[in-house]
């Protein structure tokens, strides 16, 4: 079965970067993009932006564009996203989620990684 | 940005009742939309997506319907595990953005 597993909850001082991991398994990894999403507390989602494992190309929201970087290592099947000078504002739950081929869509998504930001 | 405004905020209904969320875009989005149902603690699952086609594995009793700019997400007979929040998703040409939320209440 499809499973995406994301690393653990990650406490960090404001301006620094946090690196969230997401591991796919029970699929072909490099033939669906990995969307990255996150819910602020007693928030809506919002997207982030999505990489395709098989070329590494990337698609960034334009909020997250130059601040957030999207990577995959295919030969363990996961994904990273990194958020770099971080702020109270991005205290939130973190999801990585597979998209259906090449829509916007999420069918599967992984567990949530609480990112804390605070000093 | 295309923004996704939905309403209401919240509802509270009986089981047995059917119930309508809608969901509105901000600009025409075709057939281009999902929903999703969040219970507390847990990711997103989706239910419906090209606005009116059901996931495999989900419930008959959700439905969904609409295109352009208006849509809306029906349960025709609620039950106690529909209580959740549920979430509009648009997805038009390969940018996406989410509603606010709707929370449903079992009275």
């Known amino acids: 079965q499809v499973q995406l597993v994301q690393s653990g909850a990650d406490v960090k001082r404001p301006g620094a970067s946090v690196k969230v991991s997401c591991k796919a398994s029970g699929y072909t990894f490099t033939g669906y993009y990995i969307h990255w999403v996150r819910q602020a507390p007693g928030q809506g989602p919002e997207w982030m932006g999505r990489?395709?494992?098989?070329?590494?190309?990337?698609h960034y929201a334009r909020e997250f564009q130059g601040r957030v970087t999207l990577t995959r290592d295919t030969s363990i099947s996961t994904a990273y996203m990194e958020v770099s000078r971080l702020t109270s504002d991005d205290t939130a739950l973190y999801y990585c989620a597979r998209g259906s081929g090449s829509w916007y869509y999420f069918e599967y998504w992984g567990q949530g990684t609480l990112v804390t930001v605070s000093s | 940005d295309i923004q996704m405004t939905q309403s209401p905020s919240t509802l509270s209904a009986s089981i047995g009742d059917r119930v309508t969320i809608t969901c509105r875009a901000s600009?025409?989005?075709?057939?281009?939309l999902a929903w999703y149902q969040q219970k507390p603690g847990m990711a997103p699952k989706l239910l419906i997506y090209k606005a009116s086609t059901l996931e495999t594995g989900v419930p008959s009793r959700f439905s969904g319907s609409g295109s352009g700019t208006d849509f809306s997400l029906t349960i025709s007979s609620l039950q106690p595990e529909d209580s959740a929040t549920y979430y509009c998703?648009?997805?038009?040409?390969?940018?996406?953005?989410f509603g606010q939320g709707t929370k449903l209440e079992i009275k």
């Open positions: 990489i395709n494992p098989n070329s590494g190309d990337t």
């Open positions: 600009q025409s989005i075709s057939i281009w």
């Open positions: 998703q648009q997805y038009h040409n390969f940018m996406c953005s």
